[in-house]
């Protein structure tokens, strides 16, 4: 018989997919468009070498986020309660549920005013009318179909390749800026990098995929979590691995071609002051033309209706694990409403912050300080949880990655740093 290894091969990868993919995809947000998309146009292409460092350390974390949730069977609040004091979690869980409400509110607002720009009509319509549908989806729709969902919506970020097609890039300039490192003494050139890996390396996505995780160990009969079945341990890692780097591979060359666009057009013609996503693709229109404007409109109405529903079920997902209530999207409604009831109070709260008297621009920097205070500490407290044997049996974290997890977290913590110096100055 004639065998067909590429066919299972094939299959399997495309079976991995799933956690690590909707995570990377979730990471560019419509907030994280607008960093990109200000970082494109302020400085050109001579940014674009930050999204070669960025990804080692956002695949490392985010694999050792799922190494939590498939090792333990618990998410990682689930494990902060359960092992380390109780105000640690408490503090870390309140910072995340403000950050993620605000970027929430920012997310919504971003897609009402893409619709907006399309289409015409007011916006609060359409913020609200998208708010409803990502809290409905997550409550009314099963887990296993809703996953499915969440997938098919990351197609939406390759209409970010689209507008690297129909804009006129200079490659050769592209690929020294993305391959050769160049720096700048300017406070604004450190608080665009700063930005960029707050961005990239966000604690609402550690949350998200560890619970994720959790949840696949719930929806599949025969997975459980590996302290109590080490021998699914080689297979489990191995497709954490793909899921994961495939996944952050994804997200970071959408950044990438995000960073290109806006360098090839709006920073060519001189437009550097972009601070919302909306704007850069109002900006795109007379430059780059109406093609290149609407793929990159549709974009932001796509990843935000991807990014929502990470947002608010990382923040239920913390806080449910933090106080022992049922939680779980594969749970019914009625079986953990307090969890339910979370995902949908923090997406009607973004829809209210999107016509309160906040500024929403110094409200996305305030959820981006926040995200850089609450990260460090997580990633620290991960850091230790992988390294416990106690809590990770066999799978405690060594070699190339244990150093890789270290360094993103000094990385954040000096990111932290930069900011806090850069806004003084």
């Not at 091969?9 to 997919?17: D, G, N, P």
């Not at 995809?25 to 400085?43: E, R």
């Not at 694999?63 to 092992?83: V, Y």
């Not at 707050?198 to 995929?209: A, D, N, R």
Request: aromatic share 10%; net charge positive.
């Amino acid at each position: 018989m004639v065998s067909q290894p590429e066919k299972p091969k094939q299959s399997r990868v495309l079976r991995a997919l799933g956690p690590g993919l909707i995570t990377g995809a979730a990471d560019d947000d419509p907030s994280g468009i607008a960093t990109y998309s200000q970082a494109g146009a302020q400085f050109g292409f001579a940014i674009t070498w930050t999204l070669l460092f960025t990804y080692p350390l956002m695949a490392a974390i985010q694999e050792i986020s799922a190494r939590i949730g498939r090792t333990t069977g618990m998410g990682i609040a689930a494990n902060l309660r359960r092992h380390y004091p109780n105000w640690i979690l408490q503090c870390i869980v309140f910072l995340l549920i403000v950050a993620n409400t605000i970027n929430i509110g920012a997310d919504l607002g971003a897609m009402g005013d893409a619709v907006s720009l399309l289409i015409g009509g007011p916006k609060f319509l359409y913020v609200a009318g998208f708010g409803i549908l990502c809290a409905a989806l997550q409550v009314f729709i099963p887990y296993s179909r809703y996953v499915f969902v969440l997938k098919w919506l990351t197609f939406a970020l390759f209409a970010y390749f689209g507008t690297v097609m129909v804009v006129k890039v200079p490659w050769a300039e592209a690929a020294r800026g993305f391959l050769i490192p160049t720096f700048s003494a300017k406070a604004e050139f450190w608080m665009v990098v700063v930005a960029i890996f707050g961005t990239t390396i966000s604690p609402y996505l550690f949350f998200w995929q560890a619970s994720e995780e959790v949840e696949e160990i719930r929806n599949v009969p025969e997975r459980k979590p590996l302290v109590d079945a080490p021998k699914q341990g080689p297979d489990a890692i191995k497709r954490i691995e793909t899921d994961t780097y495939i996944g952050m591979a994804f997200s970071n060359l959408v950044a990438l071609a995000i960073m290109f666009t806006t360098a090839a057009t709006l920073h060519a013609a001189g437009t550097t002051d972009i601070q919302t996503s909306s704007q850069a693709a109002e900006a795109l229109k007379p430059v780059a033309g109406p093609l290149a404007f609407a793929i990159f409109t549709l974009g932001i109405v796509g990843t935000g209706l991807l990014a929502v529903p990470v947002l608010a079920g990382s923040a239920a997902y913390a806080l449910c694990e933090a106080r022992k209530w049922p939680q779980g999207l594969a749970r019914k409604p009625l079986k953990a409403k307090a969890f339910y009831a979370t995902i949908v109070i923090a997406t009607l709260s973004g829809v209210a912050i999107t016509v309160s008297p906040l500024d929403p621009i110094k409200a996305l920097f305030w959820s981006a300080v926040i995200n850089g205070v609450v990260a460090v500490p997580v990633m620290a407290m991960m850091m230790l949880i992988t390294s416990n044997k106690k809590i990770m049996g066999k799978f405690v974290l060594a070699g190339v990655l244990k150093v890789v997890g270290w360094l993103a977290t000094a990385v954040m913590a000096a990111a932290g740093v930069g900011m806090a110096i850069t806004a003084q100055l």
